[in-house]
Structures are given as C-alpha cells and as structure tokens.
C-alpha cells in the first residue's frame, strides 16, 4: 500500500538549505608557511581565499579583491589605502596567490596577509590571516 507524503512535510524537509558559498564571510588563510614554523630561506608565502575571488588589482567587481602582505610590518589603519612602496608591504596586484621572499634575515619572522578591493582598500569586515615563524 502507498501511503501519501503530505505537502508539509515535503516542505519541512526541503527548508534547512544551506545559504549559497558567497553569503559566507570572505577569509584569508595562510598555508605556509605554517605557524610556528623553523624553515629555510627563500621562504614561499602561499595564500588561500573563500568567499572571495582573488583576481587582479585592475578588476573593479563586487566579492572580489587582491592580496597584500604585510612583512614584519604593522598593519596600516583598515579605512586607508595600502600604501605603496613601503619596505615591508607588498602588493600582489596580479592576482597572485603564492610570493617568495628572499631577503628575510634568520631569525623571527611575522607575516600579515590582507585581501583589498581594487582601491587597495582593506575589505570590510578585515580579511587577515597571520602567520609567525624563523628563518634557520
């Protein structure tokens, strides 16, 4: 015997849907080097997103953004523009997810990663990721 599926139900199990990959929060994760981490030089920073395309500065697109490091540099205040040629901040304004630095000293190490729109303007709420580590 079929027995009947009532409407409601139907409805009930179709409600919980999860909110589409682009209403989530953009972030930024630093893959390597990991945290804590003792590596060799030339260090290779890899860079992950979600929630964001990563895509050239000249792009002007809504939920999209390019990728800025900040090397043993304090972030610059997140309603300003990234400065440009200062030592210590670097723009990645090809779109880039990966950037050797090769002139880092042995020792302790922090690198700051910040997703900005094409006006280089940190995105709102900040999309930072941090990583700390020393270069043998």
Do not use: C, Y
């Not at 953009?26 to 395309?53: D, F, H, R, Y």
């Amino acid at each position: 015997m079929k027995i009947p599926i009532p409407t409601l139900a139907l409805g009930a199990v179709l409600l919980p849907v999860a909110a589409p990959a682009q209403a989530a929060h953009p972030k930024v994760k630093i893959v390597a080097p990991a945290n804590g981490a003792t590596v060799s030089g030339p260090v290779k920073v890899v860079l992950q997103a979600s929630g964001v395309e990563i895509v050239p500065a000249t792009v002007e697109r809504p939920g999209t953004g390019h990728h800025h490091l900040f090397v043993d540099h304090d972030l610059t205040p997140v309603d300003d523009t990234i400065p440009r040629g200062v030592t210590g901040i670097l723009h990645l304004g090809r779109g880039q997810t990966e950037f050797v630095l090769d002139s880092l000293k042995p020792g302790p190490h922090r690198v700051i990663a910040v997703v900005a729109d094409w006006k280089h303007v940190p995105l709102k709420p900040p999309v930072v990721d941090t990583v700390r580590f020393t270069v043998k």
